[in-house]
């Protein structure tokens, strides 16, 4: 799969058809980057070759990566719109200063399905669980073996 039809998926999600808000390069750049973390979180191997993404994602994946990429979206426009100021002339007044907290707020939103869409993709290897946003990190039982001279285990021993 090409990148720019990615690029072209991007714009549609975003509501940028006519090209106006971000450039190709701005956008290819978040669909790059995009392939990394998604063959992080979801245990991938896409390489960008060329301008082609390969192997050719399936639909799932390829929703993955459009998601990864719209966060990227969102953190590229919250640095372009930090900058943004207010004015007032008369009685009109254009205020643009909230601009990038919109865009957090819908990058945090993104992320948010992000996580949980990779939660769900994830095998339960039945090992570590760590939920770094409950600060929670819970181990599988764990059952301590001792060795004995005449020592005969007890399976259910542990677990009482």
């Not at 980057?33 to 245990?43: E, I, L, Y």
Request: negative net charge; charged residues 25%; contains cysteine.
């Amino acid at each position: 799969m090409l990148a720019s039809d990615l690029v072209a998926l991007l714009r549609l999600d975003i509501g940028d058809t006519a090209g106006e808000m971000l450039g190709d390069e701005y956008l290819t750049r978040c669909v790059t980057r995009a392939v990394f973390a998604v063959n992080k979180d979801f245990g991938t191997s896409f390489a960008v070759n060329a301008g082609e993404i390969t192997p050719d994602p399936s639909g799932e994946q390829q929703e993955y990566l459009l998601l990864k990429a719209h966060i990227n979206v969102c953190s590229l426009m919250r640095s372009i719109t930090a900058n943004n100021f207010s004015f007032q002339s008369g009685d009109k007044q254009v205020d643009k200063t909230k601009q990038p907290s919109f865009w957090a707020d819908l990058q945090g939103d993104l992320e948010k399905d992000y996580k949980e869409r990779a939660k769900s993709a994830a095998p339960d290897s039945g090992g570590v669980v760590d939920d770094p946003d409950n600060g929670i990190m819970a181990a599988p039982a764990i059952r301590p073996a001792i060795y004995e001279h005449g020592y005969v285990e007890e399976p259910d021993v542990a677990l009482k």
